[in-house]
Nanobody, 115 residues
Framework: QVQLVESGGGLVQAGGSLRLSCVAS????????MGWYRQAPGKQRELVAI???????NYADSVKGRFTISRDNTKNTVYLQMNSLKPEDTALYYC?????????WGQGTQVTVSS
């Protein structure tokens, strides 16, 4: 069973930074597309950023220029560096990957940005 474990969330003031990490196990990490999603209370889960096995990235418009997704295949880890955080970035952040037809999600890590 694929496992994804996120960490790095917390409480930060507006304008601050956080770095999220997601460690994957039981997959051939280097070939997988990895993604970060978030869900705020009362809202649908949304894509934040994705990174392909080759390192190509894509971002939601709301985080472009502030967030950076990266991966370290030697550590089976994907990161999300979040700078210039805003209160509207407050959400539960999830790591996701897919193997075949199956999607796998981590348990999420809470990010709270105070104004």
């Amino acid at each position: 069973q694929v496992q994804l474990v996120e960490s790095g969330g917390g409480l930060v003031q507006a304008g601050g930074s956080l770095r999220l990490s997601c460690v994957a196990s039981r997959i051939i990490f280097s070939i997988n597309v990895m993604g970060w999603y978030r869900q705020a209370p009362g809202k649908q889960r949304e894509l934040v950023a994705i990174i392909t096995s080759g390192g190509s990235t894509n971002y939601a418009d709301s985080v472009k220029g502030r967030f950076t997704i990266s991966r370290d295949n030697t550590k089976n880890t994907v990161y999300l560096q979040m700078n210039s955080l805003k209160p509207e970035d407050t959400a539960l952040y999830y790591c996701k990957t897919a193997v075949g037809r199956n999607d796998y999600w981590g348990q999420g890590t809470q990010v709270t940005v105070s104004s």
